[in-house]
Nanobody, 124 residues
Framework: QVQLSEFGGASVQAGGSLVLACTVS????????LGWFRQALGKLRDGVAT????????KYRDNVKGPFIISQDSAKTTVYLQMNNLKPEDSGVYYC?????????????????WGQGTQVTVSS
């Protein structure tokens, strides 16, 4: 079992920045990838970014590459999502997630454990 807890959601103005953090506990050796997903009101939960345990390689959804940066600490117990130049369409609940499988993915069905989510609201 892997437990995930997100922190850092807030209300910000468009153009602002925010850092989300997610702590990983439980069987921390089990996961191969950690990721961030976003679910806007009335929409599906979509992948934003993912990072590999080994090597720290990353993958992003195309329209967030650049403004958003995913990273992890050296102990691999915390993953961050730095979000810059935020837009109202970036609003939603952001979920931290862990994937046990061996390859990069930004598909919801490929992730195995989920946090409770943290709300980000970007106003214009």
């Amino acid at each position: 079992q892997v437990q995930l807890s997100e922190f850092g959601g807030a209300s910000v103005q468009a153009g602002g920045s925010l850092v989300l953090a997610c702590t990983v506990s439980g069987d921390i050796a089990a996961w191969n990838y950690l990721g961030w997903f976003r679910q806007a009101l009335g929409k599906l939960r979509d992948g934003v970014a993912t990072i590999a345990r080994d090597g720290g390689g990353t993958k992003y959804r195309d329209n967030v590459k650049g403004p958003f940066i995913i990273s992890q600490d050296s102990a691999k117990t915390t993953v961050y999502l730095q979000m810059n130049n935020l837009k109202p369409e970036d609003s939603g609940v952001y979920y931290c997630t862990a994937r046990l499988g061996p390859n990069y993915s930004l598909r919801r069905e490929h992730f195995d454990y989920w946090g409770q989510g943290t709300q980000v609201t970007v106003s214009s």
